[in-house]
Structures are given as structure tokens and as C-alpha cells.
């Protein structure tokens, strides 16, 4: 199991400590300072059955800054995006072994990845 984590956002940080409380065996991935490459992140959204801007943080200046909120939903274009500025990925995302993927924001999904 692999966790993307940011250890200064609180719902990251939860779901890390969720993942700790419980002891599965896992990986963390600070992915602010190991971005994931544009074919993990198509992997990753494949596992999530999401597209990039379901998992962009539209709230963020760099959003603003980029002007997402109109960029025509050309997913190679978003792939991009969201490697070239990981702060825009929704966090935490929990990668399972048997190759399922969860934004774990909440408890009931950091139970579901572990179950």
C-alpha cells in the first residue's frame, strides 16, 4: 500500500495517522517533493476511475493562477498540469496492492482501502 501524502494538510495527515493506528504495511509518498509522473497519474486515475480534474484542487491560487477553472477537459493537457504542480492533486490518494486507488479524505474512505 502507498499513501500521497502532505504532511501539512490535515486530511493527509489523518488519513497517514488512520493508516499508522491500523498497521498495514505501506509506503509514504510526499509527492510535493517526489511528484508522481504523468503515466502514474493515468494509472492512478484509471484505479480511481476519475479524470485529472475530478482530483484538482480548484480552490488553490496555482488553479487560479493557471486559469483551470476554463481550460477545455483535454485529459493529456491535465495530466501535465498536475505533474508539472502536484500541490493541485487532491490529497491523501491510498494506492492498494490488489490495485485499487482512494482519495482518502474521510475515514469511511481510508476503512474502505483498508478493507
Keep these: 500500500m502507498e499513501i500521497w501524502h502532505n504532511p501539512s494538510c490535515s486530511k493527509s ?9 491500523n498497521r498495514p504495511e505501506h509506503t509514504e509518498r510526499r509527492y510535493l517533493d517526489d511528484p508522481p509522473t504523468v503515466a502514474e497519474l493515468d494509472d492512478v486515475l484509471g484505479k480511481l ?8 484542487r480548484m480552490k488553490e491560487a496555482r488553479a487560479k493562477e493557471l486559469g483551470l477553472a476554463t481550460e477545455p ?5 491535465w ?12 490529497r491523501p490518494i491510498v494506492i492498494t496492492d490488489d490495485g485499487r486507488a482512494f482519495v482518502a ?11
Design 13 to 21: 495527515r489523518a488519513a497517514r495517522s488512520a493508516l499508522g493506528d
Design 49 to 56: 476511475g476519475r479524470e485529472p480534474w475530478d482530483i484538482t
Design 73 to 77: 477537459r483535454d485529459r493529456a493537457t
Design 79 to 90: 495530466l501535465r498540469i498536475l505533474a508539472d504542480n502536484p500541490i493541485l492533486i487532491e
Design 105 to 115: 479524505r474521510t475515514p469511511e474512505a481510508v476503512d474502505e482501502a483498508l478493507s
